[in-house]
Nanobody, 112 residues
Framework: QVQLVESGGGLVQPGGSLTLSCATS????????MTWSRQAPGKERELVAE????????VRLDSVKGRFTISRDKAKNTVYLQMNSLKPEDTAIYYC?????WGQGTQVTVSS
């Protein structure tokens, strides 16, 4: 059974940083593309970043390029999203996805 469990969200002030983690189980993590997406209230879900099985990561969302970085640790079966210089518009629920399965999400709120 594929399971994805996100953590690391919370309340942070503008300009701050957070690192989201997505712990996975139930599949051969090293073989698959993993992604982070987000959904803000009243808005459509959007793809933030993806990382290939070889570890090559790409930020897909223009508004976070240069601030967010995706990475993976194959030994821990975990994918990360490092978020720096956070802005109020980054407030959203962040989801980890892989093999068509979505995690439950973790709330990120950027506010002073």
């Amino acid at each position: 059974q594929v399971q994805l469990v996100e953590s690391g969200g919370g309340l942070v002030q503008p300009g701050g940083s957070l690192t989201l983690s997505c712990a996975t189980s139930g599949f051969t993590f090293s073989r698959y593309i993993m992604t982070w997406s987000r959904q803000a209230p009243g808005k459509e879900r959007e793809l933030v970043a993806e990382i290939l099985s070889d570890g090559g990561g790409r930020v897909r969302l223009d508004s976070v390029k240069g601030r967010f970085t995706i990475s993976r640790d194959k030994a821990k079966n975990t994918v990360y999203l490092q978020m720096n210089s956070l802005k109020p518009e980054d407030t959203a629920i962040y989801y980890c996805t892989g093999l068509g399965v979505w995690g439950q999400g973790t709330q990120v709120t950027v506010s002073s």
